[in-house]
């Protein structure tokens, strides 16, 4: 076959698929991401504990030491190209007067590793950084580079530039069979649309080996590991400046307290062995939370928990898989990308993609267009805010009240590169209903939003997945007016009405 749809195909659309999509497109290669949901970050990238680590824990010489150490020196730059925040805030991993061999062990294994700005803190100075760590504490690896940053505002970002400059994404598109051609392959969804790619890549992450097992090449054995999270209100944000990590052991960094780079204050993962794929809560995962962050930091208040949710890690081996198959002509594979894998993405995208162009994947010369970042009204002064409203009024009237996120916002992100958004979509761009009442207020007012600028109905305005939210208008014509909504919980009972959002 001499022409095909794409010179590259990348299944999969969480961090690791993302990069390597927005490198591929920025090389120069005609590209498409194909993704089985209905929006990109919405597996293991969007919900981790959000660290750019430094590198000092991976083995030395192995890979994942080698691309965190890499990747994390490539994210500031790419951060400002984007417009992504991010926190420079460092690291801490914590010990009591026991510790020390541990935490001169890890600063021995960072400096092999290549690791700049660690160091050794004593009680006095590390309590001076930390006020409200645990008196017991009485060391400290410092690990200066170390950062906070949002992966899935950095996923969508790294599409919507990708896009922009002539990258393809298919969503909805979940790929049940692959197919060999002479020189590259067909990739069919479970809708039957097809598109054939000189090359493949498999970022699928906990799909891998499905993936793989489709393009007859290598066998992966997958292990599943749950990690719960709580998450506490903004008003906790004082309690610490940065992660605060207790010593690793064999299961991984351990539960930990750590910042946002929306303001909150974040407790877990814990590391509970799972046999398939679930981000279930448990409360034995609640109650160790609790229990282990208690001993790092004093003050937790865990009635300011305002969300429990979990994330799945998943790992092939002991280290990073990436690869071209020699079982899959032109199929490159990627597998067990768990911590430090948001830290490692961009170096492992730019290993694919020079690989891919080794293998002989074609680059064209074009001009590179900016993307433009999202209006963001915390940023701007009460001169340039109250230009803004006289201009587009839409933009002083807010529909989250925790977060601050107006309707102009709203309308602007559902006018992205990235089309259709659920109301998750419009949650990922901009915390709506993110934030203490968790959509309370602003959900039925997001609902209404959408449907008008989609032209539809409320109850064709989908939540997450192929499932909508509304049931039926409450009140139709009554004291309420005709745009209340009834919103309806997982067992289709009425939950809450609202007023249309003045």
Not at 330 to 343: M, R, V, W
Request: charged share 25%; aromatic share 8%.
């Amino acid at each position: 076959m001499g022409s095909f749809d794409y010179e590259v195909g990348i299944i999969g659309a969480g961090i690791v698929g993302s990069f390597t999509f927005n490198t591929c497109v920025l090389s120069g290669i005609k590209t498409c991401l194909f993704e089985a949901g209905e929006d990109v970050s919405i597996g293991a990238t969007k919900a981790n504990s959000a660290i750019i680590h430094a590198g000092y824990d991976p083995i030395p010489g192995s890979k994942m030491a080698k691309y965190n150490v890499l990747g994390a020196k490539m994210y500031p730059s790419i951060a400002k190209r984007l417009g992504e925040r991010m926190l420079n805030c460092g690291s801490l991993v914590v010990a009591t007067a026991d510790g020390l061999n541990g935490i001169r062990e890890l600063y021995e294994r960072g400096v092999k590793n290549g690791v700049s700005g660690l160091e050794i803190l004593d009680k006095a100075q590390v309590h001076a950084l930390e006020p409200n760590l645990n008196d017991d504490i009485c060391y400290a690896l410092y690990a200066k580079t170390a950062k906070v940053i949002s992966p899935y505002n950095f996923a969508i970002s790294l599409c919507e530039e990708a896009i922009i400059n002539g990258g393809e994404l298919k969503l909805n598109f979940p790929v049940i069979k692959l197919t060999k051609l002479d020189g590259g392959w067909m990739v069919t969804s479970a809708t039957g649309e097809q598109f054939s790619c000189r090359y493949l890549v498999n970022a699928a992450g906990a799909g891998c080996a499905k993936i793989n097992a489709l393009a007859g090449a290598e066998k992966i054995d997958l292990t599943f590991t749950a990690g719960e999270y709580m998450i506490l209100d903004k008003s906790e944000r004082k309690i610490v400046s940065r992660p605060i990590f207790p010593l690793p052991t064999k299961a991984g960094k351990g539960i930990l307290v750590t910042i946002t780079e929306a303001g909150n204050v974040l407790l877990g993962p814990t590391a509970r062995p799972i046999k398939e794929y679930s981000t279930a809560v448990s409360k034995d995962g609640i109650e160790e939370i609790k229990e282990k962050t208690s001993t790092l930091v004093r003050g937790l208040n865990f009635k300011k928990v305002i969300k429990y949710y979990a994330g799945v890690r998943v790992k092939c081996g002991s280290d990073f898989v990436l690869q071209a198959s020699r079982l899959a002509p032109n199929f490159y594979y990627t597998a067990g990308i768990a911590s430090p894998g948001l830290a490692s993405a961009p170096a492992i995208a730019q290993e694919i993609v020079q690989n891919l162009i080794k293998m002989g994947a074609k680059t064209r010369n074009f001009c590179q267009k900016r993307r433009k970042p999202y209006i963001n009204l915390a940023r701007m002064s009460r001169v340039e805010l109250n230009e803004l409203i006289a201009q587009k009024p839409e933009f002083g009237r807010i529909v989250c009240r925790c977060e601050e996120i107006t309707e102009g916002q709203i309308r602007e992100v559902l006018d992205g590169p990235i089309r259709r958004l659920t109301v998750e979509g419009v949650k990922r761009r901009l915390r709506a209903t993110m934030g203490r009442c968790q959509g309370s207020f602003c959900l039925p007012n997001i609902i209404n939003i959408m449907a008008d600028y989609y032209k539809t109905s409320p109850d064709k305005i989908i939540i997450r997945g192929s499932t909508p939210l509304v049931t039926s208008p409450v009140k139709f014509g009554g004291i309420y007016g005709k745009n209340n909504i009834a919103i309806s919980d997982s067992r289709d009972k009425l939950k809450n009405l609202t007023r249309r959002a003045n």
